[in-house]
């Protein structure tokens, strides 16, 4: 802060700490907004746990599709192996359904390949793929809040 | 008085006999309204007639000048508001409840069918009249001379009735509910779009955040319909009656409502009754001015020719009851042949096919269908900035309260309504022909997507084409005229395109009847 000395000395003691009052006052404020905000964010969902049981690996056989209407999300088995994709469209959060080319939204029309690739539409991202774990009792368990790289597939004995 | 020498019990029954009068004069304080000072005192000291002036100028009055159109829109909304206290009787915000009890308002209570679609269509004719009602005051030129604030608030109410709209239209919890609530807050959640492009999502979810707030949750439930309700029935009606009540009291302020400077009272066929006679004094002859007149500012009768004004009683309030019996006829009859929709209750695994928004949305869902965000958020908010901004951009003082100001003014009109629509149907038939980028480069970045569709084409194509307008005319006012213009056509066209041309898959039909069965 300045000194007596020289001409920068232009704030008064009595006005400086009104000024630090006046600041507290506004730093308190806007602290007491920003709680309020926080309030309304809820810090506990009452909803479904994101993570499912899919059963064993049988109920999967090589080239077959399985929808989990509840869960919205395909399981697809090929070669490489098991592999999960939402079916939440990206764009704005419609049920996609499968079609000759992969995917298509019903709500403004984006279009998928298989692999959840926007060939189409205002969707900004491909579909979202999700984990699938192994426990051990050897059933499947798909993680709907992990998403994984697109083309991750899992092969399970 | 000689009350001293009368008994206690003889008074007792002289105040009972007069008790009818005398609860008249206190309930009526100013008497009958048969000389112009009752009928001023009328207005003064009634608590719902004081926001009126005492007096009301010809031009006010004239229904070829405001066409009733703001006095519409609040008698509408006073509707919904009775209406909607009826229907809170047996709605329930609950998942598991909202949907039977709007079935049993529908089909089990007396009257609640009629109830229902006059809630409904009042709230939704409050759209269509309150864009009428600023269409009015931006052709009549009335958004200058102080009334520039009050534009702003006029904005703000026209946000605020789409905004009560939409959330209303989540209640019932069905198909529709439940799809528009996935559909705006995924809208919400747009700014994602930016934040992914730019690697910044997993620290700063703007975008996501809002989405969860609105919500309660990653996706709709429970908490979701409380907050719907607690906004729909108590937070936004709440600022609406706020702002309303700041409009009313800035048109009074502002010097009442606009009028062109050189208007008469000929040909309104009423009868000034208040310009005595009145020789010499430092006014001229034929004015009248009380203290209030003589007041610093703006209120309603300083410079305003008084000469021609009218008792507000019984000329103004005449002229709102008929309004409003209009109105509410109108709601009631077309409530009484036309029931509002009831979709089946919500299913969160399949969407309808196609999914629409309420009407009065659909022209942003055309515009969503080529980007989240620029279509659900960038768009609408420039172009709530561009409105906001009219007032401000445009200050010519001259043809203030003149319908379209003068001639070019209704050439300008009718020139921006061609251009405008050409402009639309034109972008939209080029992308239902030939798509956009991700149909063309489908690895195309996002980030070109955002920044160059067709809905910022369009919204380029209007400022630049009203930037044209102000060029060639050398007039402001005229760019005002082109914009609002080219703004409402744009509205209309794409509403109708979402709600007519738009079938499954949000594909190109030219009508309903040809959709595929499925």
């Not at chain 2, 659909?362 to 908010?381: D, I, K, R, T, W």
């Amino acid at each position: 802060m300045s000194n007596k000395a020289g001409e920068k000395e232009k704030v008064s003691r009595r006005d400086f700490l009104g000024l630090v009052a006046f600041g507290a006052a506004i730093i308190g404020s806007i602290s007491a907004l920003a709680g309020s905000f926080r309030f309304v964010k809820a810090n506990v969902y009452s909803e479904e746990s994101k993570q499912f049981k899919i059963g064993s690996i049988e109920n999967f056989p090589l080239g077959s599709t399985k929808k989990f209407d509840d869960k919205n999300v395909f399981i697809f088995s090929d070669e490489a192996g098991l592999f999960a994709i939402s079916a939440i469209c990206t764009h704005l959060g419609c049920i996609v359904t499968p079609s000759e080319f992969g995917f298509q939204c019903p709500c403004h029309g984006s279009k998928y390949t298989h692999d959840g690739n926007v060939i189409g539409g205002p969707a900004p991202r491909p579909l979202e793929w999700f984990e699938i774990k192994q426990e051990v009792d050897g059933t499947l368990t798909v993680d709907a809040a992990k998403t994984v790289q697109q083309g991750t597939k899992y092969l399970f004995a | 008085m000689n009350n001293t020498s009368k008994s206690g019990l003889v008074k007792y029954r002289d105040n009972l006999m007069s008790i009818k009068s005398s609860f008249l004069g206190s309930f009526l304080r100013s008497g009958k309204p048969t000389s112009d000072k009752s009928r001023t005192a009328v207005v003064v000291n009634n608590f719902f007639l004081h926001l009126h002036g005492a007096k009301t100028h010809v031009n006010s009055l004239k229904p070829t000048y405001t066409l009733g159109l703001g006095l519409i829109s609040f008698f509408l909304m006073v509707i919904a508001f009775i209406s909607g206290g009826f229907l809170m009787v047996y709605y329930s915000p609950a998942t598991e409840t909202a949907y039977n009890a709007v079935k049993d308002i529908n089909f089990v209570v007396f009257g609640g069918k009629l109830m229902r679609n006059a809630h409904k269509w009042s709230g939704e004719a409050m759209i269509i009249f309150v864009l009428f009602h600023m269409a009015r005051i931006v052709y009549t030129n009335s958004y200058k001379r102080g009334r520039e604030f009050n534009w702003v608030i006029g904005v703000v109410l026209l946000i605020l009735t789409f905004v009560v709209n939409l959330t209303g239209y989540m209640l019932p919890w069905d198909q529709l509910s439940y799809w528009a609530l996935v559909i705006v807050a995924n809208i919400a959640a747009a700014p994602k779009e930016l934040t992914d492009i730019f690697g910044v999502t997993q620290y700063f979810d703007i975008g996501g955040a809002t989405k969860e707030i609105l919500l309660g949750g990653t996706e709709p439930g429970q908490d979701s319909l409380t907050r719907v309700y607690l906004l729909h029935i108590i937070l936004l009606p709440l600022v609406m009656c706020i702002a309303l009540g700041v409009h009313f009291w800035r048109i009074r302020k502002d010097g009442g409502l606009s009028k062109p400077d050189n208007v008469t009272a000929d040909g309104t066929g009423i009868v000034n009754i208040s310009s005595p006679e009145k020789e010499g004094g430092i006014f001229p002859t034929h004015k009248t001015y009380g203290l209030m007149e003589l007041a610093k500012g703006r209120t309603p009768a300083v410079d305003n020719d008084v000469e021609n004004t009218v008792t507000s009683w019984p000329h103004l309030f005449v002229a709102e009851i008929a309004v409003f019996i209009l109105t509410l006829a109108g709601v009631i009859a077309y409530s009484y042949f036309v029931d509002a929709p009831l979709k089946e209750f919500a299913n969160a695994t399949i969407p309808e096919n196609p999914a629409k928004a309420p009407w009065y949305f659909l022209g942003l869902q055309e515009l969503v269908s080529y980007s989240a965000f620029m279509g659900g958020q960038g768009l609408p908010g420039l172009a709530v900035a561009g409105l906001l901004l009219i007032p401000y951009l445009d200050r010519e003082e001259e043809h203030f309260g003149v319908w379209f100001s003068n001639r070019q003014g209704k050439l300008i009109a009718v020139e921006s309504l061609i251009v405008g629509a050409t402009a639309v149907i034109g972008s939209l038939a080029f992308v239902i022909n030939f798509g956009w980028f991700r149909n063309w480069w489908p690895n195309i970045h996002q980030l070109w997507i955002i920044a160059i569709n067709p809905g910022n084409l369009l919204l380029g194509f209007v400022v630049a084409y009203s930037l044209f307008v102000i060029k060639r005319t050398g007039s402001t006012r005229m760019g005002a005229i082109s914009l609002f213009t080219m703004f409402l056509i744009c509205y209309v066209i794409l509403t109708y395109t979402g709600t007519v041309l738009r079938g499954p898959n949000w594909d190109f039909y030219w009508s309903a009847s040809q959709w595929p069965i499925h």
